[in-house]
């Protein structure tokens, strides 16, 4: 049985920061592109960073580039979000996930075939 589940989420104050962490298990973790995905009150699911399985390859949605860091410790089997310079639009429940073979694009939460349970962020003004 696969299991992602995150942690690391809670409250902090605007310009702080925060290290979102996905534990998996169940799948050959170091096989899968992993992502990070974000879902506010009332909004759509944004795609925010990915990482493929050797790491040599980090992908960032514009709303989150040169703030946030992804990062992978296949011997762990963990992926991790450094987040920093958190904005109160930054408040959301974040997602990992585990994408599988599929002609979807990165940014795409159809190509994603395992999710975590999500943890919340909550940034204050």
């Known amino acids: 049985q696969v299991q992602l589940v995150e942690s690391g989420g809670g409250l902090v104050q605007d310009g702080g920061s925060l290290r979102l962490s996905c534990a998996a298990s169940?799948?050959?973790?170091?096989?899968?592109?992993m992502g990070w995905f974000r879902q506010a009150p009332g909004k759509e699911r944004e795609f925010l960073s990915a990482?493929?399985?050797?790491?040599?390859?980090?992908y960032y949605a514009d709303s989150v580039k040169g703030r946030f860091t992804i990062s992978r410790d296949n011997a762990k089997n963990t992926v991790y979000l450094q987040m920093s310079s958190l904005k109160p639009e930054d408040t959301a429940v974040y997602y990992c996930a585990a994408r599988y073979i599929t002609a979807y694009a990165l940014s795409n939460s159809n190509g994603y075939k395992y999710w975590g349970q999500g943890t919340q962020v909550t940034v204050s003004s």
């Open positions: 990482i493929r399985w050797g790491a040599d390859n980090t």
């Open positions: 169940g799948l050959a973790f170091s096989t899968y592109t």
